[in-house]
């Protein structure tokens, strides 16, 4: 499980950088990330500022330099990897919306005033013992 402390609340634009670094394979230069924004209304300046903001936020961080006509250009990278951005995110979210509870999330994923049936409940269990599994097999 993660640890880190992240701040996750971003403007439009800090959304766009970080999903093109997110969905990259590659780390990538400032003008390299204005290149993937699609149709592209934001200045030089907006994108630089949003990545400043992110690496503030724990979200980028510099990946190294590279020579681009002379000029030593900024690497970037995100600092998580997909899976563990959304694992992080789905954790942010169980312990601040969700207050920690199961119950909470339970209930947002089944409706708040139905009844949980026998095929739900089963569902569950079946989560569950894949989880004791899971961790069975950790632990050998």
Request: hydrophobic letters at 40%; proline letters at 1%.
């Amino acid at each position: 499980m993660l640890k880190k402390k992240i701040n996750y609340k971003m403007t439009q634009l800090e959304q766009i950088v970080f999903n093109i670094l997110l969905d990259s394979e590659d780390s990538m230069t400032h003008e390299k990330i204005i290149q993937h924004i699609p149709n592209n209304k934001w200045n030089s300046h907006s994108v630089y500022t949003a990545i400043s903001n992110l690496k503030k936020k724990g979200l980028v961080e510099e990946a190294g330099k590279v020579l681009i006509a002379r000029t030593r250009a900024i690497l970037y990278k995100t600092t998580l990897s997909k899976p563990e951005f959304y694992e992080a995110m789905h954790l942010h979210h169980f312990e601040t919306l969700q207050d920690g509870s199961i119950d909470f999330v339970l209930s947002a994923l089944t409706g708040f005033h139905q009844e949980r049936n026998q095929e739900v409940i089963a569902e569950i269990e079946f989560w569950l013992e894949k989880q004791k599994h899971l961790i069975d097999k950790k632990d050998q």
